[in-house]
C-alpha cells in the first residue's frame, strides 16, 4: 500500500479512513439539550398520528440555515408514544421533493406497514398504517427507506423515537419523567461545509460516512441539566455509520436496563457500553453522589466529550431499580434448533454483499413461516484489509442471540435485539420469529452499505 502520496485507489482510502475514523468535537455545553416533543394523537377513537416528512431549514450555528429534512419539523421528528395493546393508525405524508418511504425499525408489524422499500411515496402522496401494538415497552424509532436513498435522508435529518409502553414499563418505578428523568438521546456525527451545509454528496463515504460534528437531539454542542437523582438515558445510535462506546468522564459505572426491544432480566452494571449505528440502549445513571461543582459528561471511548451533565444541588430520593426487570429466556429448544439460514456479510465500499448478491427488488432470497423460529447464522468474512464491523438487523422482528462464536452472549445482550454488531470473523446465531406475514428486509445498517446492496429480503407466509 501506497497512502503517502495519496495515489491509492478511492476504496482503499475510504476503507482506510472506516478504520481509522475522523475524530469528533468535544462538546463545549453552550446549549441546552433539545428535548423532541411527545407527538399527541389526533383522534382518540381510532388513535390516528400524523407524520409528515418535510425540508426545511435548521439553524444549528448562529447566522447560519442549514438546509435540513425532518418529521413535523425542520430536523428529526417527535417522539411516538403508544401503548401495547393498542390499534394504532398513522398517517403518513411525504411533503418531500423526493420520494421516501416510513419504516419503523424494531416495530413487529405486517409487512404491508414495514415501509421497507417497497412502500415507497412519491412526492405529495400520503397513506394509512394501522397495525395493534403487539410487543413489550422498548424504545424504538423510525427513519425512511427508500431504495438506494435512505443513507441521504437520515443524514439530512429524517428519524424519530416511538415509545412502547406496558403494564411491567408502569410498575417497575423505573425513572419517567419524560425530559427531566428520562431522557432520550439521539446520537449523531454530521459533517458540516464551509457554508454549514449539509452536503451529503461531499461527505459521501461508501464505507460509510462519517462526521466531525456531533449532534444529539439535533443539539450542537448540548449539555444537559439534571437533579441529584438517577437518569434514565434511552440512547439510539442513529448515526450512519459511527460506532460510539459511551462512558462516564469520571469513570464511575452505571446500569443498562433495556436493549433495542424490551428490558433486561435484571440492570447489568458496565463501564462503557458499545452501540453501533441503530442500537438502542437504555440506561440510568446515578447523579446523587455529584453535586453542581461536579464535573461529570457522557463521553466516547476515546475522551471526546459528548454531554456535559449540569447538576442541580436538588436531591430527589428516586427510589432503587428494582432486582428483577423481565422474564426473557433463551430455551432448550431453540438452543438446539439446526441452522436453517446462513448468511455471509463480505466486502466493502460498493462491493458489498450478502451471500455473495447485492439487492435486488425483484428478489425473495429466504422464505420463512408465520410464527415459526428458525436460526439464522450470520457471518462476517474478513477481506485483506481485515475487514468491518457491520451492524446486521431484520425488520419486522425482535430476535434473539443464541451464540457469538459458540459463546453465549454478554449479559447485557441478552435480551430482545433488531439489530446485532459483528465483528469481522465472527460467526452469529439468531433465534428468529416473525409476528406477522409480509416482505421485510434484512441489511447492514452502516446506511451506505445498506444503499450500496448489503440487503435481502425474507418472505414471511
Ligand atoms: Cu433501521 Cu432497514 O432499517
Ligand atoms: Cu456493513
Known amino acids: 500500500m501506497q497512502m503517502e502520496d495519496g495515489t491509492e485507489g478511492d476504496m482503499e482510502n475510504s476503507h482506510m479512513s472506516h478504520n481509522d475514523p475522523l475524530t469528533l468535537n468535544d462538546s463545549t455545553g453552550e446549549n441546552d439539550l433539545i428535548i423532541p416533543p411527545v407527538l399527541e394523537h389526533e ?4 388513535i390516528v398520528y400524523n407524520i409528515e416528512a418535510q425540508e426545511g431549514s435548521t439553524q444549528f450555528f448562529d447566522g ?104 411491567n414499563s408502569g410498575n417497575l418505578g423505573l425513572p419517567s419523567d419524560y425530559g427531566v428523568n428520562d431522557i432520550p438521546l439521539i446520537i449523531q456525527d454530521k459533517k458540516f461545509d464551509d457554508q454549514k451545509q449539509l452536503n451529503y454528496q461531499e461527505a459521501k463515504n461508501e464505507d460509510g460516512t462519517i462526521g466531525d460534528a456531533l449532534l444529539i437531539n439535533g443539539t450542537l454542542n448540548p449539555k444537559l441539566t439534571v437533579n441529584n437523582e438517577k437518569v434514565r438515558l434511552r440512547i439510539l445510535n442513529g448515526s450512519n455509520a459511527r460506532n460510539y462506546t459511551f462512558k462516564l468522564s469520571t469513570g464511575n459505572s452505571f446500569v443498562q436496563i433495556a436493549t433495542d426491544g424490551g428490558f433486561l432480566n435484571k440492570p447489568v452494571t458496565l463501564n462503557e457500553i458499545k452501540l453501533t449505528p441503530s442500537e438502542r440502549a437504555e440506561i ?14 457522557l463521553i466516547n471511548e476515546d475522551e471526546t466529550i459528548l454531554l456535559p451533565f449540569a447538576i442541580n444541588n436538588q436531591l430527589i430520593d428516586s427510589g432503587n431499580i428494582p432486582e428483577s426487570l423481565n422474564d426473557f429466556a433463551v430455551t432448550d429448544e431453540e438452543r438446539n434448533l439446526p441452522v436453517s439460514k446462513k448468511l455471509e456479510l463480505f466486502g466493502m465500499g460498493n462491493m458489498v454483499t450478502i451471500n455473495g448478491k447485492q439487492f435486488d427488488m425483484e428478489r425473495i432470497d429466504f422464505t420463512q413461516k408465520q410464527g415459526v423460529t428458525e436460526i439464522w447464522e450470520i457471518y462476517n468474512k474478513p477481506d485483506m484489509m481485515g475487514g468491518m464491523i457491520h451492524p446486521f438487523h431484520i425488520h419486522g422482528t425482535q430476535f434473539k442471540i443464541i451464540s457469538i462464536d459458540g459463546i453465549e452472549p454478554p449479559e447485557n445482550e441478552q435480551g430482545w435485539k433488531d439489530t446485532v454488531a459483528i465483528q469481522p470473523g465472527e460467526k452469529i446465531k439468531l433465534a428468529v420469529k416473525f409476528k406477522n406475514k409480509g416482505i421485510y428486509m434484512f441489511h447492514c445498517h452502516v446506511l451506505e452499505h445498506e444503499d450500496n446492496g448489503m440487503m435481502g429480503q425474507v418472505k414471511v407466509e
Open 43 to 46: 383522534d382518540d377513537e381510532g
Open 64 to 167: 447560519y440555515q442549514t438546509e435540513t429534512y425532518g418529521y413535523n419539523g425542520s430536523f428529526l421528528g417527535p417522539v411516538i408514544r403508544v401503548n401495547r395493546g393498542q390499534t394504532v393508525k398513522i398517517r403518513t405524508s411525504n411533503k418531500l421533493s423526493d420520494e421516501t418511504t416510513f419504516h419503523w425499525h424494531g416495530l413487529e408489524l405486517p409487512g404491508e406497514a414495514d415501509g421497507g422499500p417497497h412502500q415507497n411515496l412519491k412526492s405529495g402522496e400520503s397513506r394509512i398504517i394501522e397495525f395493534k401494538v403487539d410487543q413489550e415497552a422498548s424504545t424504538l424509532w423510525f427513519h425512511p427507506h427508500p431504495e438506494g436513498k435512505t443513507s441521504e435522508q437520515v443524514y439530512k435529518g429524517l428519524a424519530g423515537l416511538i415509545y412502547i409502553d406496558d403494564e
Open 284 to 297: 440510568i445513571v446515578d447523579f446523587s453522589g455529584y453535586d453542581s461543582s461536579s464535573d461529570v459528561a
